[in-house]
């Protein structure tokens, strides 16, 4: 599968953005849809993932700012961040993930730079 990230941008502190990430087939048959971020400097981290199709979960920065959803229609995975601070200025990547037999299959979109900043 192929995944196309957009959204990123630069914006002030206090501000929002919309993250898309659009696969280029269905996203049913993934079992984990993720977005995860990469700081200058830093290891790559997990921002938030869609587990099973319905649980979520959050990474403990971001709990009660972002939201993660998505869309099987359009076969896209959205992050919206609100109430942005310059610590979530990071290239933001996709994820997709299917889990077989133990083992885990990953796919990964290109990133998306997220710049907070006055």
């Known amino acids: 599968v192929q995944l196309q990230a957009s959204g990123g941008g630069l914006v002030q502190p206090g501000g929002s953005l919309r993250l898309s990430c659009t696969a280029s087939?269905?996203?049913?048959?993934?079992?984990?849809m993720g977005w995860y971020r990469q700081a200058p400097g830093k290891q790559r981290e997990l921002v938030a993932q869609?587990?099973?199709?319905?649980?979520?979960s959050y990474a403990d920065s971001v709990k009660g700012r972002f939201t993660i959803s998505r869309d099987s229609a359009e076969n896209t995975v959205n992050l919206q961040m609100n109430r942005l601070k310059p610590d979530d200025t990071a290239v933001y990547y996709c994820?997709?993930?299917?889990?077989?037999?133990?083992?885990?299959?990953?796919?990964w979109g290109q990133g998306t730079l997220v710049t907070v900043s006055s």
């Open positions: 994820n997709l993930a299917r889990i077989s037999l133990g083992l885990r299959s990953d796919s």
């Open positions: 087939r269905s996203i049913l048959r993934f079992d984990v």
């Open positions: 869609i587990i099973s199709g319905s649980t979520t």
